[in-house]
């Protein structure tokens, strides 16, 4: 109601007795007067309107650059509207002459006169307001509220003072300060690491006001703990503010100098991370280090390990003593050093520590079996109790307790087993302790004469206190009778003790009826024992039996060795003879050697050019081991011819014609070139063939070579001088060395190996050698397959005085290769 008086005061309608009846009335009336006047108040007064903003200016803020607008509505306007500047008016004109960027718009007609600034410099940053003055009919003036206008300024870019690069060592701090100006208002500066995280520790940050007193500097400082994961990493400074949100950076790159970072490993000899015994083990030592690693230790339990080892080091030998050994490997470079290490985890067999051991108890009583055993990984396990028909396990601990029984006293078996390794057991017996068991036998024997031995076994429980002896009821005093000695055994782990009754001398007394008697301290067990003598034949009569026997045998191999010699000279002695090795006296040894075949002689040879060749010796030794190239065997020959008189000589030595000087002669096959006795030809001999050759009707065209000897003379022949078998005499010893000196075999012994002739080599006359016309002294030299062999070398014979130049003589070419048989 007082609002309602004051207006109807202002319009001067209502006087003041009029108001105060009213009043009254009013009091008399209230319920129904109020309505009345809110009426009257509402259709107003007939007088002015007093003006009044309809919209005011508010806060705002603007960009630099951008446009931005005020708003001011005024309803009723009386007055006259300008806008103000940190109260300094801007004008009362719409167009604001003086301000080009500044106008209102709208119109009056809405009465909007709002404030338009375009192109919004950090200038127009200031405090605005809306005023109207007084109308002409006494309206009052009204003013809007003030209106503050924040001009935004985006930041400059930030820079980062320490430059782009910066070097740093592990562990040391580094300050990294980022500097960014000229934000309205202040810049917002953030850290982020090459990982796009940001970094909040160690960052502190400061805003300066700049000299125009309206933008900002903002200064943020990183503390960073370098570290090998920053390195080579950028390090980035982000600076943004309202006016842009989005950022200006700046980045820095780190490099950063740590100490080796390690990790040891093992490279080779591990299965699934552990190293068999025996085996080799190589470790790598891997290392990230900046500088480069420059210098390695390698430890084993902090015991240097001595090599020049890098980055690898090899343990060539591992045994269970590196089991659980650390093996560590320290580097080192400029910054530092740093190791690292690995427990070495090596598999090994199963042993035992200790063993289990028997045990003595009582019934009733409890004892532990132990089995330690050593292993990696640790051993499993298993006791087994050895029962009548079956084994049982009975525990798988190292301990196992038992309950000493009749039925659980016995052997026990430790079995101790590691994966990849044989299996190790190992056995324990507990003993029920009583009285004494004899386990021997009751009948013995012994040979008179001889050291006698009587044993008495015994399972004694625990081991016997006495033992006693006794023959024939007596007991045996061993101080007293000399005859008798004692040795007790009682080393069993099986509880087993053995005395021994030793009879230095036994004779025939000694034989009968013993008694050993086992006592301990919980019984006594006796047992007879018989001694018996043992009836053997005496030594003497063995020996002689075994001796006898030798000398039998040996007789019938030296009977059967004779008998079979006998019998091979018998058929020796039957074989038709045609060439006869006999002994002599007319010369030695020496000349010997200088024959160029020896006390071989030469056959005619039949129409299919066979030989029976023989040559023997009566004085021979039958121990010499026959060498040299064995003879073919008899062969079928023409019967002697007595009409020719040539024919009686086998050697041309056994022919000496005088008034014969033509050394040229000529036989079926070819010429033959006969040189006198002892001449050697010059070596630029060449023997050329004369076209026809006169041989004496008194010579024999069966011609021989001839044989040429030391001595001058003509040997004398044999008894039988035109006979088959006339040959050469001659010491029986020379006559056995000549035939080993050939190669040949002696007695006919050996195996007989056929040569067959062939041409001879281009360039060597083959009627020089001594092998010309008999086929079985040929050899591989003149290009024969078979070769002399002989397992005497030094009885080689040596070659023909003739043969060293025999390669320089050329003989005719005709009808050579038809010379086979001289």
């Avoid at 050994?325 to 090994?348: D, F, I, P, Q, W």
């Avoid at 026990?412 to 004899?438: D, H, M, N």
């Avoid at 230095?504 to 013993?514: I, N, P, V």
């Avoid at 009566?618 to 026959?626: A, G, H, I, M, V």
Wanted: glycine share 8%.
């Amino acid at each position: 109601m007082a609002l309602v008086e004051n207006e109807l005061r202002k319009c001067g309608r209502v006087d003041d007795s009029k108001f105060k009846n009213r009043t009254s009335i009013e009091k008399r009336k209230r319920g129904t007067d109020v309505w009345f006047l809110l009426v009257i108040f509402v259709t107003g007064c007939h007088g002015y309107e007093e003006q009044r903003f309809a919209m005011e200016p508010q806060d705002q803020s603007a960009i630099v650059g951008s446009r931005v607008t005020l708003p001011c509505r005024v309803e009723h306007k009386a007055g006259t509207l300008q806008w103000t500047k940190d109260d300094f008016g801007l004008g009362t004109h719409r167009n604001l002459s003086g301000y080009e960027r500044y106008s209102m718009i709208g119109s009056d007609e809405e009465g909007d006169y709002s404030l338009d600034i375009r192109d919004v410099t950090l200038e127009d940053d200031g405090t605005y307001q809306c005023q109207v003055s007084s109308g002409l009919s006494g309206a009052p003036a009204i003013r809007s509220r003030y209106a503050h206008l924040t001009v935004l300024v985006a930041p400059d870019p930030p820079r980062i003072l320490q430059g782009a690069f910066i070097d740093s060592t592990e562990d040391q701090p580094v300050d990294i300060e980022c500097v960014s100006e000229g934000g309205k208002p202040a810049a917002e500066i953030t850290w982020v690491d090459g990982n796009q995280n940001v970094i909040k520790n160690n960052v502190q940050s400061k805003v300066e006001l700049l000299p125009d007193e309206q933008r900002y500097r903002t200064r943020s400082v990183l503390r960073l703990i370098p570290s090998k994961a920053y390195h080579n990493q950028t390090i980035t400074c982000q600076a943004q503010n309202t006016a842009d949100r989005a950022y200006r950076m700046a980045t820095v790159h780190i490099e950063v100098k740590y100490a080796p970072k390690i990790n040891v490993s093992i490279k080779s000899g591990s299965v699934n991370g552990r190293v068999p015994e025996g085996s080799e083990a190589r470790f790598r030592c891997l290392v990230d280090a900046n500088p480069p690693a420059q210098v390695y230790r390698w430890y084993i339990n902090n015991n240097p390990v001595v090599g020049d080892y890098t980055d690898e080091m090899i343990i060539f030998n591992a045994s269970r003593k590196h089991n659980n050994a650390a093996v560590k490997c320290e580097v080192s470079n400029s910054v530092g050093k740093n190791e690292a290490a690995l427990t070495l985890n090596v598999t090994y067999p199963p042993s035992f520590r200790t063993r289990p051991r028997n045990l003595e108890a009582e019934i009733g009583s409890s004892v532990t079996l132990s089995c330690d055993v050593d292993g990696q990984p640790q051993p499993e396990i298993r006791w087994l109790f050895n029962e009548p028909g079956r084994i049982g396990v009975k525990g798988k601990a190292p301990n196992l307790k038992v309950l000493v029984e009749k039925a659980t006293a016995g052997r026990y078996i430790c079995k101790a087993s590691v994966e990849g390794y044989p299996e190790i057991e190992s056995e324990a017996t507990i003993f029920i302790k009583g009285p004494p068991e004899i386990l021997s036998n009751k009948t013995q024997v012994g040979s008179e004469g001889e050291r006698v031995s009587i044993e008495c076994e015994a399972l004694s429980v625990p081991k016997p206190d006495d033992i006693r002896w006794y023959f024939e009821g007596k007991e045996i005093n061993f101080i007293q009778d000399p005859d008798y000695a004692t040795k007790l055994d009682d080393s069993s782990p099986d509880g087993v003790v053995k005395s021994s009754l030793v009879i230095r001398l036994s004779q025939a007394k000694h034989y009968g009826t013993y008694n050993c008697s086992v006592t301990n301290e919980y019984g006594n067990a006796n047992a007879a024992i018989v001694l018996k003598p043992l009836k053997t034949l005496p030594l003497f009569i063995i020996i002689t039996g075994v001796t006898s026997g030798i000398i039998f045998f040996s007789a019938l191999i030296v009977l059967l060795v004779l008998c079979n010699r006998r019998r091979r000279q018998k058929t020796q002695m039957n074989e038709k003879p045609d060439v006869t090795v006999t002994t002599g006296d007319a010369y030695n040894k020496e000349s010997d050697r200088s024959s160029n075949i020896s006390d071989l002689k030469l056959q005619l040879p039949q129409g299919d050019g066979s030989y029976d060749l023989e040559y023997t010796s009566s004085d021979r030794s039958d121990s010499k081991n026959p060498t040299g190239l064995p003879l073919a065997g008899p062969v079928p020959l023409p019967s002697i011819r007595h009409d020719d008189p040539m024919l009686q000589f086998r050697y041309s030595n056994d022919y000496s014609d005088q008034s014969y000087a033509d050394h040229y002669f000529k036989n079926p096959a070819a010429y033959v070139y006969d040189y006198p006795q002892g001449y050697v030809p010059p070596p630029h001999l060449r023997v050329q063939s004369p076209p026809q050759l006169d041989v004496p009707s008194s010579r024999s065209l069966q011609g021989s070579l001839t044989r040429s000897i030391d001595t001058a003379s003509t040997i004398p022949l044999s008894n039988g001088n035109g006979s088959q078998n006339n040959s050469l005499k001659r010491p029986k010893q020379e006559e056995t060395d000549a035939i080993n000196n050939l190669g040949l075999p002696v007695g006919g012994e050996g195996p007989q190996v056929p040569v067959h002739p062939q041409s001879g080599k281009a360039g060597v006359d083959l009627r020089y050698a001594a092998t010309y016309g008999n086929p079985y002294l040929r050899n591989s030299s003149l290009g024969y397959p078979s070769q002399v062999h002989t397992a005497k070398p030094g009885s080689t014979p040596a070659p023909p005085p003739y043969s060293a130049v025999r390669n320089s003589l050329h003989m005719p070419s005709g009808n050579i290769h038809q010379a086979t048989h001289v």
